[in-house]
Nanobody
Framework: QVQLVESGGGSVQPGESLKLACRAS????????MGWFRRAPAKEREGISCLSPRDGTTYYSDSVKGRFTISRDITTNTMYLQMNSLKPEDTAVYYC?????????????????WGLGTQVTVSS
């Protein structure tokens, strides 16, 4: 049974950092593309980053490029999202997701396994 469990969310002030983790079980992140998404209040779900295990290529939305970094640890089957220079507009529920191919995609409809999400709040 596939399970994705996010952790690391919380409340921080603008300019601070958080690192989200997504522990996967029932699949190997060495064979699954992985992505991070978020849904802010009253907004649609947004793809913010993905990583292709085929060649390690990473992609970022313009809204987080240069501030967020996606990574993975195959030994623990965990993917991460390092978030620096956080802004109030980063406030959202963050979700990790995987798809059973080695090419990543930034659109949610291409992913079939999802975590339950972790809340990130950025406020002064």
């Amino acid at each position: 049974q596939v399970q994705l469990v996010e952790s690391g969310g919380g409340s921080v002030q603008p300019g601070e950092s958080l690192k989200l983790a997504c522990r996967a079980s029932g699949l190997s992140l060495d064979h699954y593309a992985m992505g991070w998404f978020r849904r802010a209040p009253a907004k649609e779900r947004e793809g913010i980053s993905c990583l292709s295990p085929r060649d390690g290529t990473t992609y970022y939305s313009d809204s987080v490029k240069g501030r967020f970094t996606i990574s993975r640890d195959i030994t623990t089957n965990t993917m991460y999202l390092q978030m620096n220079s956080l802004k109030p507009e980063d406030t959202a529920v963050y979700y990790c997701a995987t798809r059973p191919v080695k090419s990543c995609h930034m659109h949610a409809t291409y992913y079939d396994q999802w975590g339950l999400g972790t809340q990130v709040t950025v406020s002064s």
